[in-house]
């Protein structure tokens, strides 16, 4: 059974900065998609980050390009999110989710990811 743990939110002003944590316990092939994805209050959920092994392959929403940085730590089973220069409209519920190994074509949809963790809290003040 694959659980996904997210850790590191929480509040900071403006132009401050976070790292998102999240840890996997279960399999998750190395090559397999995993990424970062957000909700705020009365949106809908959208894609931040995803980096993608098996095609070397790292992708960014335009609204945090040059700001945040995914990465992984395979030996440690750990997914993490660099967030930089935050802005009000980066608060949220911030999830990290896994696939399960499948072809994702679009990696910044959460239609392609099968496990999801329980979100972590980010609030950004002007």
């Known amino acids: 059974q694959v659980r996904l743990t997210e850790s590191g939110g929480g509040s900071v002003q403006a132009g401050g900065t976070l790292r998102l944590t999240c840890g996997v316990s279960?399999?998750?092939?190395?090559?397999?998609?995993m990424g970062w994805f957000r909700q705020a209050s009365g949106k809908e959920r959208e894609g931040v980050a995803a980096?993608?092994?098996?095609?070397?392959?790292?992708y960014y929403s335009e609204a945090v390009k040059g700001r945040f940085t995914i990465s992984r730590d395979d030996a440690n089973n750990t997914l993490y999110l660099q967030m930089n220069s935050l802005k009000p409209e980066d608060t949220g519920m911030y999830y990290c989710?896994?696939?399960?190994?499948?072809?994702?074509?679009?990696?910044?949809?959460?239609?392609?990811?099968?496990?999801w963790g329980q979100g972590t809290p980010v609030t950004v003040s002007s």
């Open positions: 989710a896994a696939n399960s190994g499948l072809y994702v074509a679009s990696p910044l949809e959460g239609a392609e990811y099968k496990y």
């Open positions: 980096s993608y092994p098996r095609f070397d392959m790292i």
């Open positions: 279960g399999y998750i092939d190395s090559s397999a998609c």
